[in-house]
């Protein structure tokens, strides 16, 4: 017996899928690649652009034609989409056997069972992950106008840092080297006092983990305590994804982001005095609802000014529920992608221009893959680094002599 899962979005939806794999398989099913392979098909869907919905609906669409012909087939919707757009699912796929939201998603075994033979329920094995992601705190409370996660995902809640502790231990006493800590706004993190710096300290004092990442970060939120601490932990990588979403305090003021350039500017020259070796990157959304050629040219020159190690560029796309469709979406398609082409070369541009500072320079690089004798992993920075090798190292840190940079990688010989 076999499942199959797709997902669609975040790494929030990545670690919800791993989740559910992880409980599948411990009812005896097997993994596959294929969907047309499988008894069981889950597709965890994102719903923070629309083009996330239009690719869910379209796999939903050859679904129904794999359902027609294995009508013993079970077909599950969960996730973001699944949560707000209950009734439409269940209504245009009535082939669909059960649709879960996301703010249930931990109920999947309960309702999966439902479908399945629950005698065939084994223990779960630990198996062994380098990399591990693990989600310190579910929704959002910020309500950034132009976002639908606070409705799906609900409000913030801050998970049990003893529990994220046992998680995290278990992980790396079973071989994980790498964790990534998970959260819509990590910087707001706090659990009976716990503040997130304290939960950074807690984690990395866990013997044999070598890496800890996070992820995400709100400006407004980034206290200075934390910056030390990312300063003068070893194990904590040396990369902030820190979004600004517009350079122009009109429009950060519709977007309910609560800070303005300059604070978010000078909050990155701190961060980068304190920590020299800091990779930045950051969101922008383009062509949010009355933005202007001058206010996207605030934005231009602010990716020109910060020097952003890399850029994760979006046009406005409407979404339900949120403030922001109370504006019009008056900025054109058109506009939106020749702004995201723009501010894309751009930092095509920068971000090549700062790889180039690592030729010649060592690099540690913590190895994730190996395909026709070609490793790959990334280093502290969080940049991705190839290089040719005999063998796989997966799992391995190694140092590495960089002869090449590109926008989005690095490539040089490991030094043996
Ligand atoms: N919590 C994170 C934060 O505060 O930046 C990010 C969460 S969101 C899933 C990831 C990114 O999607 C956001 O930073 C934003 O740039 C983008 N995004 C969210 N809603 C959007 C929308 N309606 N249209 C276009 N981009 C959007
Ligand atoms: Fe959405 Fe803003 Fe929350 Fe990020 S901080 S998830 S953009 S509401």
Redesign the pocket.
Known sequence: MKFFIETI??Q?NVNDSDDISEYLSSCGYEKTTDYLKADIVVLNT?S??FSAEHKAYSFLGRLKEYKEQNPNVIIGVVGCMAQYAYKEIKKKCPFVDFVLGAKNIQNFPEIINKFIDSKQTKHKTAKKETFKYITIARG?S?F?T????PFVRGQEVSIDSDKIYSFAKEAVDNGTKEITLL???VNSYDFNGTNFTKLIQKISSISGLERLRF????PKDLSDELINEIARNNKVCKHIHL?L?SASDRILKLMNRKYTYEQYKELVFKIKNKIPDINITS???VGFPTETDDDFKKTFLAAKELKFGGL?I??????PK?F?LQFNDDVSVEIKQKRLYELLEESNIISKKINSNYINKKVDVLVESFQDNICCGRNSQNLKVFFPAEQNLNGKIVKVNINNALANSLSGNMIV
């Open positions: 979005g975040c929030m994102c923070v652009r959002c910020n950034c132009y976002c639908i996660v959260g819509q706004n992820m995400t970060n709100h979004p979403q969101d922008i959304i994760f979006f046009k406005y796309s409407p979404r949120t922001a």
